[in-house]
């Protein structure tokens, strides 16, 4: 009932950002332009609650999957019809299009501002995916192991596109399950060719190729009395090294349990400086255990104000053509719908960073928030970019299209809405399903 009623709160949390911040644009700009704004609801369907004030009816809505703003005239497919100075359909069509346009362009500001902000306050990010993408280890099996990839081999690009950073490799690898990627690798200074095909992992088919970087193990937490507190070892130290070898992240554990009562030499880097310590691993079972929690190096990342604006650019920038990218994998089949996320998922998402705090959430809603705004500037009908697109046109033929024709428009559009709407609720219950969509096809 805990975890039901969080993500009922941190839905409405998420949700009424965007949306408010998404349909005020569309007022503020309505309202400079005078236009008369009828409803500003959050929420469609039947009205809940609210209060007017002149001619606007502020409400919230039954249904919390969106909101609309409802301007004069606005809609209305009447022929002839008069016009009031304040209708809609009576200003310039530039003024509508900055009307409509100014939606989608909050929610893209409202990313940039988040994620500047946390620029400026500064938060911890893993070490490694800003690295150079050396291949630290290879998982026994996978496809990487599968492919003859081996440890040192440096990654320089998939599919043709290059790869400067971990983080660009996890995207590329991520978006395609069960793909053949063609990488293009440097081994002992010669460059060559790999195909991999990736393997499908956890619910959400996310692309799997089993290698990593070469991520520094970062100590969390030393037990009191434990064999790492009597050695030395203390939280912030990261691991350089044991018995003059490196040990990256994934090897760690293994090196220290596969040496109960044996003596290492540990080489951690502390404070800037490499310190020297012996440990020896306690026997626990058939395993040693020295009694840290580890977490992989990461090191907090703070920018002054025109450098975190810079910087929230960059990461807006990278992201949008990532959406891009995905939206354009899913229609070619090259990624699996079961990526997408509809409320449901958003929802659990939106719980999930509430309870891992403030800029955990805050960098949640920038995402949404971006992702939001990019989706609503596609021209179809229902959305923004729907309506965006015929005053293009009509600016193009220098007339506005007949009433019946917008009216077509129209439904064609609300008959795409509900169908989108219908699949990806369809497709967050059937994630929960033991096979998926295919649970719904018995034979």
Same mark, same amino acid.
């Given at each position: 009932?805990?975890?039901?009623l969080?993500?009922?709160?941190a839905?409405?949390?998420v949700?009424?950002?965007?949306?408010?911040v998404h349909?005020?644009?569309?007022?503020f700009?309505? *309202?400079?332009?005078?236009?008369?704004?009828?409803?500003? &609801?959050?929420?469609?369907?039947?009205?809940?609650?609210?209060?007017?004030?002149?001619?606007t009816?502020?409400?919230?809505?039954?249904?919390p999957?969106?909101?609309?703003?409802?301007?004069?005239?606005?809609?209305?497919?009447?022929?002839?019809? *008069?016009?009031?100075?304040?209708?809609?359909?009576?200003?310039?069509r530039?003024a509508?299009?900055?009307?409509?346009?100014m939606?989608?362009?909050?929610?893209?500001?409202?990313?940039?501002?988040?994620v500047a902000?946390i #620029?400026?306050?500064g938060?911890?990010?893993?070490?490694?995916?800003?690295?150079?993408?050396?291949?630290?280890w290879?998982?026994a099996?996978?496809p990487a192991e599968k492919?003859?990839?081996?440890?040192?081999?440096?990654?320089?690009?998939?599919?043709?596109?290059?790869m400067?950073?971990? #983080?660009?490799?996890?995207i =590329?690898?991520?978006?395609?399950?069960?793909r053949?990627?063609?990488?293009e690798?440097?081994?002992?200074?010669?460059?060559?060719?790999?195909s991999?095909?990736?393997e499908s992992r956890?619910?959400?088919?996310?692309?799997?190729?089993g290698?990593?970087?070469?991520?520094?193990?970062q100590?969390?937490?030393?037990?009191?009395d434990?064999?790492a507190?009597?050695g030395?070892?203390?939280?912030?130290?990261?691991i350089? =090294?044991?018995?003059?070898?490196?040990v990256?992240?994934?090897?760690?554990?293994?090196?220290i349990?596969?040496?109960?009562e044996?003596?290492?030499?540990?080489?951690?880097?502390?404070g800037g400086?490499?310190?020297s310590?012996?440990?020896?691993?306690r026997?626990?079972?058939?395993?040693?255990?020295?009694?840290?929690?580890?977490?992989a190096?990461?090191a907090?990342?703070?920018?002054?104000?025109l450098?975190?604006?810079?910087?929230?650019?960059?990461?807006?920038k990278?992201?949008?053509f990532?959406?891009?990218?995905?939206?354009?994998?899913?229609v070619?089949?090259?990624? &699996?719908?079961?990526?997408?996320?509809?409320p449901?998922?958003?929802?659990?998402? &939106?719980?999930?960073a509430?309870?891992?705090?403030?800029?955990?959430?805050m960098?949640?809603?920038?995402?949404? &928030?971006?992702?939001l705004?990019?989706? #609503?500037?596609?021209?179809?009908p229902?959305?923004?970019g729907?309506?965006?697109?015929?005053?293009?046109?009509?600016?193009?033929?220098?007339?506005d299209?007949g009433?019946k024709?917008?009216?077509?428009?129209?439904?064609?559009?609300?008959?795409?809405?509900?169908?989108?709407?219908?699949?990806?609720?369809? #497709?967050?219950i059937?994630?929960?399903?033991?096979?998926g969509?295919?649970?719904?096809?018995?034979?």
């Amino acid at each position: 009932m805990i975890n039901l009623l969080g993500t009922i709160l941190a839905f409405v949390i998420v949700f009424g950002v965007l949306v408010f911040v998404h349909e005020f644009g569309h007022f503020f700009v309505g *309202k400079l332009m005078g236009v008369r704004v009828e409803v500003f &609801s959050l929420g469609y369907g039947k009205r809940l609650f609210g209060f007017k004030k002149g001619h606007t009816d502020y409400r919230v809505s039954l249904l919390p999957l969106g909101g609309y703003c409802r301007f004069l005239g606005e809609g209305t497919f009447e022929p002839g019809r *008069k016009l009031e100075p304040d209708d809609f359909g009576a200003k310039p069509r530039w003024a509508r299009f900055l009307i409509i346009a100014m939606g989608p362009i909050m929610n893209i500001l409202l990313a940039l501002v988040i994620v500047a902000g946390i #620029n400026m306050v500064g938060v911890s990010t893993p070490v490694f995916q800003d690295q150079v993408p050396d291949i630290g280890w290879i998982d026994a099996g996978s496809p990487a192991e599968k492919a003859g990839l081996r440890e040192n081999d440096v990654i320089l690009a998939i599919d043709g596109r290059p790869m400067k950073t971990w #983080n660009d490799v996890e995207i =590329a690898v991520g978006t395609k399950p069960t793909r053949v990627l063609k990488l293009e690798i440097r081994r002992e200074g010669s460059t060559m060719p790999v195909s991999l095909t990736t393997e499908s992992r956890t619910k959400y088919a996310m692309g799997y190729a089993g290698f990593y970087g070469k991520v520094l193990t970062q100590i969390r937490m030393v037990t009191p009395d434990s064999p790492a507190e009597k050695g030395g070892l203390q939280a912030g130290d990261v691991i350089l =090294a044991i018995d003059g070898q490196p040990v990256y992240f994934y090897k760690f554990i293994k090196t220290i349990e596969s040496h109960p009562e044996i003596p290492l030499a540990f080489l951690v880097r502390r404070g800037g400086a490499e310190v020297s310590l012996t440990i020896t691993p306690r026997r626990e079972g058939q395993v040693g255990k020295v009694g840290v929690l580890q977490a992989a190096e990461s090191a907090t990342k703070k920018f002054g104000f025109l450098a975190a604006v810079g910087e929230s650019y960059k990461e807006n920038k990278r992201l949008v053509f990532l959406v891009v990218d995905f939206l354009k994998g899913v229609v070619t089949g090259q990624t &699996s719908a079961r990526q997408i996320g509809g409320p449901l998922e958003i929802a659990n998402f &939106s719980y999930a960073a509430l309870k891992m705090g403030f800029l955990a959430l805050m960098s949640w809603i920038a995402l949404i &928030s971006l992702q939001l705004g990019i989706l #609503n500037l596609f021209p179809i009908p229902v959305l923004d970019g729907g309506q965006l697109f015929v005053l293009l046109i009509e600016g193009i033929v220098r007339r506005d299209l007949g009433p019946k024709a917008r009216q077509i428009w129209m439904q064609i559009g609300f008959v795409i809405f509900v169908l989108l709407i219908g699949f990806v609720l369809l #497709n967050d219950i059937v994630k929960r399903l033991p096979n998926g969509w295919a649970s719904l096809w018995p034979f």
